[in-house]
T-cell receptor, first 111, second 118 residues
Framework: GENVEQHPSTLSVQEGDSAVIKCTYS??????FPWYKQELGKRPQLIID?????GEKKDQRIAVTLNKTAKHFSLHITETQPEDSAVYFC??????????FGAGTTVTVRA | GAVVSQHPSWVICKSGTSVKIECRSL??????MFWYRQFPKQSLMLMAT?????????EQGVEKDKFLINHASLTLSTLTVTSAHPEDSSFYIC??????????????FGPGTRLTVL
C-alpha cells in the first residue's frame, strides 16, 4: 500500500518567518495530495490540495509544490502567524480515494 | 455546503459493552464514507471504506467482526465497536467523499468521536 513519510515532526518558527513541511510517497499511482491542519481534539481541515497534473498551487500565504518524478510534495506557509500553530498532515490517495496520511508535523509559531 | 456530522461527540463505556457511532452527511449524498482512528499524538489511520448498499471493505489488521460498519442510506454510516476494551479508546473520525461535480477526491471530515473504554 501507499506509504507517506513526513518531515519534520516538529517545527518552531518565529512569527513572520516561513514554514516548510515535506512529504514523500511511495505509490506512483497516487494522484491527489491534500494538506490538513488539525487543532487539538478537532477534525482535520483541508487547507490546500494538489492533483498530479499540477506542479504548484498557491492560496494566499499557503503554497504546495509537487514533484511527481521524485514522488515528493511540500507545504509552504509564508508570513506565519500564531494562529498557524497546529498539527499539519500531508496525505496521498489514488483513484480509490483512500487517504494515506503522513505522521504529522507540530508547528509552533513563536510570537 | 458539504457538512458531515458525528454523534456522539464523546462517549465513555465499560469494558465489554458495544458502542455505536453515527456519521451523517447533512447536505449531500455520500455513496462512500471512510472511518479513521486516531490515537493521541498520532496520525489518522484508515480503518475501513463504507459503501452505501454494500459491505464495507476493511484495511489490513482491522477486525471486521469487532468494528461493524453499516451504510444503509446515502447520508448515514454507522460504526459499532463491539465488546469494547480499553485499547479501543481513541478518536474515531469519519469522512465522506465529495459529491460528484465537485473535486471528487476531496473528503469532508466529521468532528470526531472520543471513545473512552473503562
Amino acid at each position: 500500500g501507499e506509504n507517506v513519510e513526513q518531515h519534520p515532526s516538529t517545527l518552531s518558527v518565529q512569527e513572520g518567518d516561513s514554514a516548510v513541511i515535506k512529504c514523500t510517497y511511495s505509490d506512483s499511482a497516487s494522484n491527489y495530495f491534500p494538506w490538513y491542519k488539525q487543532e487539538l481534539g478537532k477534525r482535520p481541515q483541508l487547507i490546500i490540495d494538489i492533483r498530479s497534473n499540477v506542479g504548484e498551487k498557491k492560496d494566499q500565504r499557503i503554497a504546495v509544490t509537487l514533484n511527481k518524478t521524485a514522488k515528493h510534495f511540500s507545504l509552504h506557509i509564508t508570513e506565519t502567524q500564531p494562529e498557524d500553530s497546529a498539527v499539519y498532515f500531508c496525505a496521498a490517495s489514488r483513484n480509490d480515494y483512500k487517504l494515506s496520511f503522513g505522521a504529522g508535523t507540530t508547528v509552533t509559531v513563536r510570537a | 455546503g458539504a457538512v458531515v456530522s458525528q454523534h456522539p461527540s464523546w462517549v465513555i463505556c465499560k469494558s465489554g459493552t458495544s458502542v455505536k457511532i453515527e456519521c451523517r452527511s447533512l447536505d449531500f449524498q455520500a455513496t462512500t464514507m471512510f472511518w479513521y482512528r486516531q490515537f493521541p499524538k498520532q496520525s489518522l489511520m484508515l480503518m475501513a471504506t463504507s459503501n452505501e448498499g454494500s459491505k464495507a471493505t476493511y484495511e489490513q489488521g482491522v477486525e471486521k467482526d469487532k468494528f461493524l460498519i453499516n451504510h444503509a442510506s446515502l447520508t448515514l454510516s454507522t460504526l459499532t465497536v463491539t465488546s469494547a476494551h480499553p485499547e479501543d479508546s481513541s478518536f474515531y473520525i469519519c469522512s465522506a467523499r465529495a459529491p460528484s461535480g465537485r473535486g471528487s477526491n476531496e473528503q469532508f471530515f466529521g468532528p470526531g468521536t472520543r471513545l473512552t473504554v473503562l
